[in-house]
């Protein structure tokens, strides 16, 4: 089993649509947990890290389920902007190890 | 703030060559974290160094190494380069603190091609 696993899509998502992504992880002692955002032959970008009481910044939601060991991502009234890969990333420990990153959900939001 | 800085951006090379792949984390960070992103492959961990020393490294042959600079700045080597070696390579950077879960921020990255 992978380590951390996510539908590669593409989601083809028409503007203003809302979209959710899932993200599972193998490893339970995993301790931090982020979505980045990457865009097409450009570096990650950090879009928010993801807190166990689930947390939102402005569209977007980021929810941890730790007992059954699975990231979301909820993107609200999407926009074309909005088309890139998502990576869920997982942290094994306090900066004690590299990031593990899933291979990204592509999304791609059509006008 | 200055994000990661990477240098060069791009870079070619030959068979059996060897790479020398620079980066600068955000000033206050002192670890600093490299990755492969082969083609159609997630990114894979390389290395980890923090105040100057190799805390981790990733599944990877020991023709890849690097060392950290007492600024914290980094420098990848990649020696007797392969076909398969090309990929982007991306540095990243984060303040360590055993306590907490910092995210990394990353660099532009290093588009390596063997030719």
């Known amino acids: 089993r992978k380590e951390v696993e996510q539908d590669p899509g593409p989601f083809n998502v028409p503007e203003g649509a809302t979209v959710a992504f899932n993200c599972t992880y193998s490893?339970?002692?995993?301790?931090?947990f982020f979505w980045y955002r990457q865009d097409c032959r450009k570096e990650p970008k950090l879009l928010m890290s993801v807190y166990s009481s689930g947390n939102e910044d402005g569209r977007f939601t980021a929810q941890l389920n730790r007992a059954s060991q699975y990231i979301s991502l909820l993107i609200r009234d999407s926009k074309l902007s909005d088309s890139a890969t998502y990576l869920c990333?997982?942290?094994?420990?306090?900066?004690?190890?590299?990031?593990?990153f899933g291979k990204g959900t592509h999304l791609i939001i059509q006008p | 703030e200055a994000g990661v800085t990477q240098s060069p951006t791009h870079l070619i090379k030959t068979r059996g060559q060897q790479a020398t792949l620079r980066c600068s984390p955000i000033?206050?960070?002192?670890?600093v974290y490299w990755y492969q992103q082969a083609l159609g492959l997630g990114l894979q961990f390389l290395l980890w160094y923090d105040e100057g020393e190799e805390r981790n490294r990733g599944n990877f042959p020991p023709r890849f190494s690097g060392r950290q600079f007492p600024n914290y700045s980094s420098e990848l080597n990649v020696n007797a380069l392969e076909l398969e070696d090309s990929a982007l390579y991306l540095c990243?950077?984060?303040?360590?603190?055993?306590?907490?879960?910092?995210?990394?921020?990353f660099g532009d990255g290093t588009r390596l091609s063997i030719l």
């Open positions: 490893n339970s002692a995993s301790q931090s």
């Open positions: 990243a950077s984060s303040p360590l603190r055993p306590d907490s879960n910092q995210p990394q921020h």
């Open positions: 000033s206050g960070h002192t670890s």
């Open positions: 990333v997982v942290n094994r420990g306090g900066g004690a190890d590299g990031l593990t």
